[in-house]
């Protein structure tokens, strides 16, 4: 994809720490503007300062995004900016695990904000820039939206709200002109997937290295993904060689989904 990305602005929201840090860098090689959003002022400085080793020097934004202003100060520093939008990458998304009976509703609420109604928040707003620009919009949901587990209840509704949400979206991008499509990432090497091993460790009272080792062995992948593989993919979404793919979710789990769709 020579210089395909040049002077093009891609925003990805949770772009401080692991996937959305490797889709934002990768879209850096490319010549892309990257901005990143996420709560973290401290976790956005160190993202910064590996994505400018890359590409050009990004755009950070600290903010809430569970609120609705925490969305509108990300759309108003861009449009200062840049003026533009090209790609908006919802990666944002923060549900706990845990025993279902255990968790409070605040735990609930929380998960939806973040992932969920940042998600909406996002896309309906940038959507304007999107569409003048002929853009994309990629979701990073997760496999918990097609295959739920119990100890993981708030992801599971939540990410198949995000891509029932996007395959929707997908009508209205093809009279638009933005692709509107998902990936669904498998386990995946960064700190979410950590924390996320400790909450099931403290639901389940077990050693996190037995719950890594047994997910492994019960998916027979060969390897945990990195944050380059759901990069990779990112990109080609994005690019002109994939224009006419819309509305579809792609899951990049080394082969772990059950079920062919």
Known sequence: ??????????????????????????FAREGA?????????????????????????????????????GCEQVLARVKERFGRCDVLVNNAGRTRAGNFLELPDEAFVDGFALKYFACVRLTRLFWPLLKEAHGNV??????????????????????????SFAKGLSKLGMRDDVNVNVIHPGNTATERQEELL????????RPIEELRAEAIAK??????????DIAALALFLCSQRARHIQGTAIA????????YY
């Open 219 to 228: 998916t027979g992948i060969r390897r945990v993904g990195e944050p380059e």
């Open 138 to 163: 990629i979701n990073i949901v997760g496999g918990a939206a097609r295959s739920p587990a119990p100890d993981f209840l708030i992801g599971s509704s939540v990410n198949a709200a995000v891509a």
């Open 1 to 26: 994809m020579p210089a395909e990305f040049q002077g093009k602005v891609v925003v990805v929201s949770g772009g401080s720490r692991g996937i959305g840090r490797g889709i934002a860098a990768a």
């Open 198 to 205: 400790q909450q099931r460790a403290a639901a389940t009272k």
């Open 252 to 259: 990049v789990d080394g082969g772990a989904t059950v079920g």
């Open 33 to 69: 503007q990257t901005v990143l959003a996420s709560s973290s002022a401290e976790n956005l400085a160190a993202a910064a300062k590996t994505i400018a080793a890359v590409g050009a020097q990004p755009l950070t934004i600290a903010g809430d995004l569970r609120q609705l202003a």
